[in-house]
């Protein structure tokens, strides 16, 4: 995005890639001629960033621009519900594992539903843990676990 917020486009055989950031010359090495960024305004006041990238040889054409342009509003709900699932799945991976996290996307979450599984509990108390982990480095405390 530029500094005002507006729509980025870089025509990527006119560039040199040494002027931009490192992805322009990524985008240059897969043989992508044109470049367009742009905004899409999400529920709540939240933007998310478009991009489109061009193989064909003379770029996208004002016409093609038109047309991303005026797709803004018609695909920014469907896009804030991919992002809003993927944050859901990685919420819910991170803090009740991918295995439970699944069962909760799917809606097995009622009271009593369960399954039984195979494991095994561990629980060992390491004498003074509490004061090493106020007094060491993370890296001296997880030496000492060694």
Same mark, same amino acid.
């Given at each position: ?70 797709? *803004? ?7 804030? *519900? ?9 919420? *819910? ?54």
């Amino acid at each position: 995005m530029n500094l005002h917020g507006g729509p980025v486009r870089i025509h990527l055989a006119r560039v040199n890639p040494a002027d931009h950031h490192p992805l322009v010359g990524e985008l240059i090495g897969m043989g992508l001629t044109d470049y367009y960024c742009t905004r899409i305004r999400f529920s709540g006041g939240r933007w998310c960033v478009m991009t489109i990238a061009t193989d064909q040889p003379d770029g996208f054409d004002d016409d093609e621009i038109a047309c991303f342009e005026g797709l *803004l509003d018609h695909v920014g709900g469907v896009l804030e *519900l991919h992002v809003t699932k993927r944050i859901e799945h990685s919420l *819910l991976d991170t803090y009740l594992g991918e295995r439970t996290g699944a069962r909760v996307m799917h809606g097995h979450i009622r009271r009593g539903d369960g399954e039984t599984i195979r494991a095994a509990l561990w629980f060992s108390d390491v004498r003074d843990f509490t004061v090493m982990t106020e007094t060491l480095s993370v890296e001296q405390l997880l030496d000492s676990l060694t």
